[in-house]
């Protein structure tokens, strides 16, 4: 079996979703929608790269979690975890519910005008093109990521992601 390397199951730049940190959730939103197509099956990116348009540094990233959380209500992330699942531990008249729904709706349209930057995470780890997938592997697990941004001469050249580490893993033990 030849040494598989993280170029060669990486997925390019170019093919991946990579976004300003001075866009807004809802573009955020627009962008991940894109299917990534690797070896016959396509995937939707669940992490997109956040990216200072001016300089070209990469920033920081953002998971699908992380615009769920932008765009959730103020009340729902205020307080103890515990409290947050209090506001839910109550009957809820079904009238009611429709009678909020254009309000929720309206909120979430509103914060969807919220910058990426405020909620995106910073980078973990990153990965070199010409290391093992096994290093990649090793790297993901140490850091509980499921993305590695891959450099090559100290800039950022593609994404390894677990979905393609594991598949790779399969194929391993089944050869």
Known sequence: MNKKLVADIM?????YPCIPETLDLRGAIAEMAVQILREGRATAPRVALVFDERRGE???MLRRRDIMRGLEPR???SGSLDYQRKVFDVEIDPN?????YD?????????????VREFMIPIKA???HDDHIMKAINEMVDQNTSLLPVLKDNRVVGVVRS???????A?????
């Open 163 to 169: 979905v393609d580490l594991l598949s790779e893993l």
């Open 58 to 60: 990469l920033l920081g």
């Open 171 to 175: 194929l391993i033990m089944n050869s």
């Open 96 to 100: 009611l519910a429709e009678l909020s």
């Open 11 to 15: 997925v390019p730049l170019k093919e």
């Open 126 to 128: 990153t990965i070199r």
């Open 103 to 115: 309000k929720t709706v309206a909120g979430i349209r509103k914060r969807a005008g919220r910058l």
């Open 75 to 77: 009340f729902m992330h």
